[in-house]
């Protein structure tokens, strides 16, 4: 598609399980977001990815969090022994990296821990 | 480093009166300003962007902006609401690496029919 793709678009777990988000970037932009949105609340910036490497992961919470994008493309946003404060909207969002600021969102994922 | 605060949680405003949804920044050297819309189950979209020049920025939809350095605000407008335009507001900025953004706490804006 045109946009930004994320899934799963909700997601249910029980705490201490793992979980991954997985983002499919517009075609083309080099440059990679993850968001965290409580409820209530504006976008927390996670992690930056321009092409493959993390540039930026100063807002992961912890080491329970981890993102990937091995290929350039798709990236995939890991949390491990989720908690309940996990729960959020995760948005992912592309950009050109030139274009400072102009990011392109996904609807996000929904995670519930229960 | 940049901040940006938004100071109405809600505005409600008559559709085809004018709107206004106000940002507030606080920033050292000269500030980089977007406005950004959520419109409910949709995915955020970018309005507009300050970086230099003119004060008056004009984005999507019928939307702008005003940069107003002495008073550090750069508020959003329209000139004649449409009930269409009820959605989530927030206002951002750059901090840090310069790629991270960071989003105030939001406007829910109403326009009433």
């Known amino acids: 598609g045109a946009g930004v793709s994320q899934t799963p678009s909700n997601k249910v777990t029980e705490k201490g399980k793992y979980v991954e988000l997985r983002c499919d970037p517009i075609?083309?932009?080099?440059?990679l977001y993850w968001y965290r949105q409580s409820l209530g609340q504006g976008p927390e910036f996670l992690i930056y990815f321009q092409g493959t490497g993390a540039a930026d992961d100063s807002g992961l919470p912890n080491d329970r969090f981890f993102a990937v994008r091995p290929e350039g493309s798709v990236s995939t946003l890991k949390i491990q022994r989720t908690e309940r404060g996990d729960s959020a909207v995760y948005l992912c969002?592309?950009?050109?990296?030139?274009?400072?600021?102009?990011?392109?969102f996904g609807e996000g994922s929904r995670l519930t821990v229960l | 480093a940049q901040s940006v605060a938004q100071p109405e949680d809600q505005v409600n405003v008559a559709e085809g009166n004018p709107l206004t949804v106000k940002c507030t920044y606080s920033v050292s050297g000269n500030p980089y300003l977007f406005w950004y819309v959520q419109y409910p189950n949709r995915g955020l979209q970018f309005l507009l962007k300050y970086i230099t020049g003119d004060n008056l920025v004009k984005g999507s939809y019928g939307f702008e902006a005003e940069f107003n350095k002495s008073q550090t605000s750069f508020h959003l407008k329209k000139p004649s609401a449409l009930v269409s335009d009820s959605a989530l507001y927030f206002c951002a900025s750059p901090s840090g690496s310069a790629r991270q953004l960071t989003f105030g706490s939001g406007t829910q804006l109403t326009v009433l029919p």
């Open positions: 969002a592309s950009s050109f990296p030139q274009l400072t600021g102009e990011l392109f």
């Open positions: 075609s083309g932009h080099t440059a």
